[in-house]
């Protein structure tokens, strides 16, 4: 396939990947924004419990990603039997990972008191958690669900079940947290409750595409009897995805700790500003999971060359969509951050004033986010899931996080400081892991 065509395949499969990733952010953007116009405190709270939550779920989503190119493979290979047992026993993982994980939400409060976080906003935060963690269940099931629709390339319906989703989480946050329509006014309780409703009905959607649509695979027939072989083989691969997802996330949830520290403005202005790198980061996501998926196949008809030009394409369409993202936060970087709060915050001018620097620093990382992106996408499709997971703990909890509190509290950059060892965590990775994919994982296949 020439350059033109991996750019128009890839194009038509991450397009659509690319949608529901936004539309997925979206819903956590949409409690951002609404909890933003609700107050400070409530946007600070929902910033901390975000990413307390965000990091447990990427963890247990190990599991998910690792159906993605299994199924591919598999697909590659015409072994349907294969993609059904994967795909159950991801669910399976998903299922075992939830009930593991329920007891640091429900307990978080204690948690997040002992990594210095103030007490009030420790306590509005494990609240709202004690509610949304419920819906990690149906949310690592709806992931294991999409990840093997989208390695049979079905990445439309994903989208509209995501869109769904955005929507009716947008109409019952604002009916709960702010008390329209009748409904009683509830604050960061009413978010939690529109966060686990909206896994429900994706949960529900999903489901019901796959079983109406795939009937050959039987998806449920037998769940509940064991595959311990396959268990065994998503267990290997989805465990150093998770920890790898854990590794980068921590660095990002080690820094809203760390702003947590210098108070209730910069943590809110960390919110912002993580929400907006997070949605053109979606972009990057949804190109890294069409790459796994291309990848999946091309070891599946031990195809190198394909794999390797489908992996240079992918990398010149993240750049370019990284120059756009660059633009946009340098240029109107105070208009992007007020579309977060109320015009009568009296916290405003501090929160703008800190998250304009915040913005510029985001800027600089943007390439080296979506270079390290891409470059775990395609080394997942070939499973290789191990070297990743060193390489991603060395580089965000041996550099970048070292260096956000070093640049951020020893020498007294403050918030800036912090997101320093954001850049430099991030740009380590990328480096590393393109090596390891181009030196190593191309040539060994």
């Known amino acids: 396939m020439t350059f033109s065509g991996h750019a128009r395949a890839i194009t038509i499969l991450g397009l659509p990947l690319v949608g529901g990733h936004v539309a997925q952010f979206a819903i956590g953007l949409t409690d951002t924004i609404m909890l933003g116009w609700y107050g400070a405190e409530a946007l600070a709270a929902i910033t901390l419990a975000g990413s307390y939550f965000f990091s ?24 349907d039997q294969q993609i059904r047992r994967t795909t159950r026993m991801g669910l399976w993982l998903s299922l075992i990972y939830s009930v593991l994980a329920m007891p640091l939400l429900w307990w978080s409060e204690p948690v997040l008191l002992a990594l210095g976080q103030k007490e009030q906003t420790a306590v509005l935060a494990a609240q709202y958690l004690r509610i949304a963690g419920w819906g990690l269940f149906p949310a690592l099931l709806v992931m294991a669900l999409k990840s093997y629709l989208a390695a049979l390339e079905r990445t439309q319906i994903v989208l509209w079940i995501t869109l769904l989703a955005a929507a009716v989480n947008a109409v019952v946050n604002y009916m709960l947290i702010f008390g329209n329509w009748g409904a009683p006014e509830m604050g960061l309780a009413g978010a939690a409750i529109a966060s686990v409703v909206t896994q429900l009905v994706s ?48 660095l990002f949830a080690a820094s809203a700790m760390m702003m947590g ?51 240079k394409v992918a990398t010149v369409m993240s750049l370019a969509m990284s120059l756009v ?54 080394l997942r499709g070939v ?54 994919f181009w030196r190593g994982a191309v040539r060994r296949i």
């Open 56 to 79: 447990l779920f990427l963890l247990g989503s190990g599991f998910a990603f690792a159906v993605m190119p299994l199924v591919a493979a598999a697909a590659g290979a015409g072994e």
């Open 203 to 250: 949960l529900i959607a999903v489901l019901a595409y796959a079983l109406w649509v795939l009937p050959e695979h039987e998806l449920l027939k037998n769940f509940w009897r064991p595959d311990p072989e396959v268990f065994s083989r998503v267990l290997r691969l989805g465990l150093p995805i998770g920890l790898t997802n854990l590794s980068e996330t921590s």
């Open 261 to 311: 520290w210098l108070g209730t403005a910069p943590l809110a202005a960390h919110g912002i500003a993580v929400s907006l790198a997070g949605l053109t980061f979606m972009v990057h996501l949804g190109l890294s999971n069409a790459s796994t998926i291309r990848a999946g196949n091309a070891l599946g008809r031990k195809d190198p060359e394909h794999l390797a030009r489908g992996a």
């Open 325 to 378: 993202a660059i633009a946009a936060f340098l240029l109107i970087p105070e208009q992007l951050m007020s579309l977060f709060l109320a015009e009568d915050d009296p916290q405003k001018p501090q929160i703008l004033a800190i998250g304009v620097g915040l913005l510029v620093m985001a800027a600089m990382f943007q390439m080296v986010d979506g270079l390290q992106a891409i470059a775990l996408g395609v």
């Open 383 to 436: 499973q290789d899931t191990a070297a990743p997971m060193l390489i991603a703990a060395l580089s965000y909890w041996g550099l970048g996080i070292p260096c956000s509190y070093v640049f951020g509290f020893v020498l007294g950059y403050g918030g800036v400081g912090v997101w320093v060892g954001l850049v430099t965590g991030l740009g380590c990775a990328a480096v590393l892991l393109m090596w390891r």
